[in-house]
């Protein structure tokens, strides 16, 4: 790994819990306005727009859109459908800015601070610029830059998003390390040319995960956590 | 201050001692390559081609092109310039990489570490993301963001790089303080919406220097240095 010069991480899922967290959330939300509702259900649902709703932007049917924006847009339909309203305005920002409070899986703020002594580190990550500041201030993690979907006005797995992070770098795709709990993301980045790190997350998705247990390719590390893949760096 | 959010940052001068910085790196390299030149003159004379640089870029002359690449094309004018020929490669983009090497003015790392434990901070500067990520690892600076001209494809003081930022961080300018040691930076942040801090850099010239010595106008804050920024912010 000499010549690998930066470390570009995922972060939903591969840095930070986004379901427990989100889910302690959507709690807080129904307790304060006498709401009945499955937390995690709600969770799920909200997350299973995630995709399609950047699919709106990549296949170009909507112009760029921040994912705070995104989640805005779901989140309303969301409410809509589980027949929640006259909230105020105040209220669903809050519940809104819940991506901005995700913690960090317990290992992330040592191996993030152990692999920067040595690495550049950066998320690559489809949340936008203000999403990606308030969650390191959060979680105390420390970056070198916030890369990712917005400085790129696309989203990944779309390949400008990890070439726009290697050229604001000035690195060729090959000096940097794309760092991913999930294969597609991984296969996307080693498409562009960059080298992969694969992290288990095992329980992203809750305790019935049954996507990305595993590495679905040779990735050039395979870690438990990043603590472990700090210990491969050797740092 | 109440409303401030985010304390975006001039770098060249406000933040780190360019001209300490590079004076010294060519004394280096004229040593180096048994050169003789006055490492000031050559420093002040390179400096001098960044304003009229950047203009080919702002008045649309020439295409983005980032600050590394202009430094580049001063730096073989005034290698031409001086009769010096017969570098390597290597060495030459040695030189042009001292300016991802200047050192922090002594008392920027404290003032810049209190100034975040209350507020978003940022660069603001027409460095380009990778010099800007260089220069925060050599001085041990810590930002939230790396914001400024790369990501506005415009240099300062076009008002799209002040308003690109806020942007970024999903912010209104009012809510977004420039802090520069340099009059005509404040004011361009101003007349986008932005409040102001003025910081005295009277030795960032060097010895002689006659130009922004003083606030030349009522900014919001004039302090002494970035401590005293944070302490007149009360952090």
Redesign the interface.
């Known amino acids: 790994m000499e010549d690998t010069k930066a470390l570009l991480f995922d972060v939903f899922g591969t840095v930070v819990d986004w379901r427990g967290s989100v889910v302690r959330e959507i709690r807080d939300f129904a307790a304060r306005n006498g709401l009945t509702l499955n937390p995690e259900a709600f969770a799920d649902a909200w997350r299973g727009l995630y995709q399609p709703s950047m699919e709106r932007v990549r296949s170009g049917e909507i112009g760029w859109t921040?994912l705070?924006d995104l989640h805005r847009v779901g989140l309303d339909r969301l409410l809509a459908d589980n027949g929640i309203s006259g909230l105020s305005e105040a209220e669903i920002i809050r519940l809104n800015h819940a991506w901005h409070r995700l913690d960090p899986w317990p290992d992330s703020r040592e191996g993030l601070a152990r692999i920067r002594r040595r690495y550049?580190a950066a998320p690559l990550s489809n949340g936008?610029?203000?999403l990606?500041?308030d969650l390191?201030?959060h979680g105390d993690l420390?970056?070198?830059?916030?890369l990712g979907a917005?400085?790129a006005r696309q989203y990944k797995p779309r390949p400008e998003v990890y070439f726009t992070a290697a050229q604001?770098?000035?690195?060729p795709p090959e000096s940097c390390m794309m760092v991913a709990a999930h294969n597609d993301d991984l296969r996307a980045a080693a498409s562009c040319g960059m080298r992969t790190a694969f992290v288990a997350r095992p329980h992203e998705h809750g305790p019935g995960q049954t996507s990305d247990l595993a590495p679905a390719e040779n990735w050039n590390i395979v870690a438990e956590d990043l603590r472990d893949l700090a210990r491969q760096l050797g740092v």
Chains 1, 2 share one sequence.
């Not at 420390?142 to 916030?146: E, L, N, Q």
């Not at 604001?168 to 690195?171: H, P």
């Open positions: 921040v705070d550049i936008n610029v203000a990606m500041v390191a201030r420390v970056w070198d830059a916030i917005e400085v604001l770098l000035r690195l």
